[in-house]
């Protein structure tokens, strides 16, 4: 069973500052990884992805995979109200079976 | 983007009894779909996945006699609870991607059992 930890608890940021999330998965044969967004009570939304080494951006959103250490990453700049929501790491093996983290709650603070 | 529906919302049942979740892909044909339960603040476990036209494959732990997937078309796989228990309350959420694409979910149920 693949393993994708997400350590730290809820975190809380002023408006228009840096988030910054982390993620370690267990199975070094994963091959994507992925970022989602869930607000209460709602379904995950995909907000990024990433495949190969290094860092991703798009928009406010950077995604950094470092896969000789097994981690990924994901930075909010600018951090606003709406981006106030649990972040799930999600890992897969190339065939959509993905194995998600417990989730780090993002509270951002006008 | 491509839509997954899922159906219902939510719902409210009697211990014992059953209930049916259904979870469509609208503008794309899906060979497989997935099935997530998620209890409050707990990451998503995958509880099984659906295959069109043959049987699911479960994760290890889940029931398959008590979480009945029927994948009878390309577009729709439905999730059964049978003899729900007060236990069995959770947010079930089905996912599914067009060929060559991301994961996208429906909308989630979040079923309560009293």
């Known amino acids: 069973q693949k393993e994708v930890e997400q350590n730290s608890g809820p975190l809380s940021v002023p408006e228009g500052a840096i988030a910054s999330l982390n993620c370690t998965y267990s199975d070094r044969g994963s091959q994507s990884f992925f970022w989602y967004r869930q607000y209460s009570g709602k379904s995950p939304e995909l907000i990024m992805f990433i495949y190969s080494n290094g860092d991703k951006e798009d928009g406010r959103f950077t995604a950094q995979l470092n896969k000789a250490s097994q981690y990924v990453s994901l930075l909010i700049r600018d951090s606003q109200p709406s981006d106030s929501a649990t972040y799930l790491c999600?890992?897969?093996?190339?065939?959509?079976?993905?194995?998600f983290g417990k989730g780090n709650q993002v509270v951002v603070i006008p | 983007g491509a839509v997954v529906s899922q159906h219902p919302s939510w719902v409210i049942c009697k211990s014992g009894t059953s209930v049916k979740i259904e979870c469509r892909s609208l503008?794309?044909?899906?060979?497989?779909m997935f099935w997530y339960r998620q209890f409050p603040k707990q990451s998503l476990m995958l509880m099984a996945t659906?295959?069109?036209?043959?049987?699911?494959?479960?994760e290890q732990g889940v029931e398959k006699d008590k979480f009945l997937i029927n994948h009878a078309s390309l577009t729709l796989s439905t999730l059964t609870v049978t003899s729900a228990h007060p236990e069995d309350s959770s947010f079930y959420i089905c996912?599914?991607?067009?060929?060559?694409?991301?994961?996208?979910f429906g909308s989630g149920t979040q079923l309560s059992v009293l």
């Open positions: 659906s295959n069109e036209g043959s049987k699911a494959t479960y």
């Open positions: 999600a890992v897969g093996s190339g065939n959509n079976r993905l194995a």
């Open positions: 503008d794309f044909q899906a060979t497989t």
């Open positions: 996912s599914a991607s067009p060929p060559r694409e991301k994961l996208f």
